[in-house]
């Protein structure tokens, strides 16, 4: 079975780092873009962040650039996202998701996401 | 990147058909074949229900179907079943930021 699991997140003071993970089983996860999308509490999807198979191609939104670093350890079968200067507004529940199949540019499956609350 | 446009609710009784638009522009929805949709139940994860525009994932019933004119995609659901009540999100492929989420549409079933 295909599975997406992720951990880290939590509360943190504005200014403050955080570190996601990501953990996939059931796939070839070397074979797969990843990608990093997150939800504010009752509020849309907003992409954040992807990375390709081998680390070649990393992407980020505008609004965490310079911010957040997005990366994998193929041999762990895992993806992380780095979070520093963390602000009020990158409150939300972070999913990592898979890229669905090679250009189908489609996010299948999602992690059950992990809350990062950024509050003082 | 402006978010794509989705009306902010749609409903329809069971049985019924429902359409759910997603407006962009020529620089994502109208300008490559990429528009995907997710369906997210409260509390859960989204998955996604249509690719490419109009792709369905194995497992999805083909009560859902995609489709696109000019800027504007739209994913129909026809049959309309007391569980297709979700959140939906459409997403497309944009040569500005490579993806943007619409802005969201609550599918009520009457």
């Not at chain 2, 020529?26 to 528009?35: K, R």
């Not at chain 2, 696109?68 to 009540?85: C, F, P, R, W, Y």
Request: aromatic share 12%; glycine share 10%.
């Amino acid at each position: 079975e295909v599975q997406l699991v992720e951990s880290g997140g939590g509360l943190v003071k504005p200014g403050g780092s955080l570190r996601l993970s990501c953990a996939a089983s059931g796939f070839t996860f070397s074979s797969y873009s990843m990608n990093w999308v997150r939800q504010a509490p009752g509020k849309g999807l907003e992409w954040v962040s992807s990375i390709s198979s081998s680390s070649s191609y990393i992407y980020y939104a505008d609004s965490v650039k310079g911010r957040f670093t997005i990366s994998r350890d193929n041999a762990k079968n895992s993806l992380y996202l780095q979070m520093n200067s963390l602000r009020a507004e990158d409150t939300a529940v972070y999913y990592c998701a898979r890229d669905y199949s090679y250009g189908s540019w489609a996010f299948d499956p999602w992690g059950q996401g992990t809350l990062v609350t950024v509050s003082s | 990147q402006s978010a794509l446009t989705q009306p902010a609710s749609v409903s329809g009784s069971p049985g019924q058909s429902i359409t759910i638009s997603c407006t962009g522009t020529s620089s994502d929805v109208g300008g490559y074949n990429y528009v995907s949709w997710y369906q997210q139940h409260p509390g859960k994860a989204p998955k996604l229900m249509i690719y490419e525009v109009s792709n369905r994932p194995s497992g999805v019933p083909d009560r859902f179907s995609g489709s696109k004119s000019g800027n504007t995609a739209s994913l129909t659901i026809s049959g309309l079943q007391a569980e297709d009540e979700a959140d939906y999100y459409c997403s497309s492929y944009t040569s500005s930021s490579l993806y943007v989420f619409g802005t969201g549409t609550k599918v009520t079933v009457l």
